[in-house]
């Protein structure tokens, strides 16, 4: 068995953002060679699926400017500095769709980008309960709330239309964990 671990040996920040910081590493690993890491720290995040009592599923849509197009996922948002991921998701499924969270049960996380990136997403099946209310996304976030059904979201990743990894990620792991009543 190949030993596998690597011995941070130098960091330098290279870059400190609003949302991401960059760290340009040196490291040694297990069997005594040098290498070069650059990471992109981020706080970490949440994603929910979110359902309404009647079935249907509630996404957003919005434009994305690394994809350059608009992409419909899940409800996502970033840890503030000291909250909870209970809490950022039922703030964030709040503010982006107007619902509040009836129920939440978490489903797991995964790294984004585990190769380049320390951002781990929580991620969240929330059950909705009342009307839906105002929404109140941050103020450089335009989204638009949409409603589909189990077929149409199954349709939308048959077809390559959902491409957002959070949003497949949360659907895999809602059907392999949660059964429809």
């Known amino acids: 068995m190949i030993p596998m671990y690597e011995k941070t040996t130098k960091s330098v920040r290279k870059y400190t953002g609003r949302i991401v910081s960059v760290d340009l590493l040196e490291v040694r690993l297990a069997d005594g060679r040098k290498a070069v890491r650059e990471i992109v720290r981020h706080g970490g995040a949440i994603a929910a699926l979110c359902r309404l009592k009647d079935g249907r599923f509630v996404f957003v849509e919005q434009f994305r400017k690394p994809a350059e197009k608009t992409i419909l996922e899940v409800v996502a948002g970033g840890l503030e500095q000291g909250e909870r991921p209970l809490e950022c998701a039922k703030r964030e499924v709040r503010e982006e769709t107007g619902y509040l969270v009836d129920k939440a049960e978490r489903m797991g996380a995964i790294y984004l980008a585990p190769g380049y990136s320390t951002e781990k997403i929580h991620i969240y099946f929330c059950s909705l309960h009342g009307k839906k209310g105002r929404t109140d996304p941050d103020e450089d976030e335009v989204l638009n709330v949409k409603y589909l059904n189990r077929n149409q979201i199954e349709k939308l990743i048959a077809a390559g239309r959902i491409e957002d990894s959070k949003t497949l ?9 949660i059964k429809d009543a």
């Open 169 to 177: 990620a949360a659907w895999a792991m809602y059907n392999a964990r």
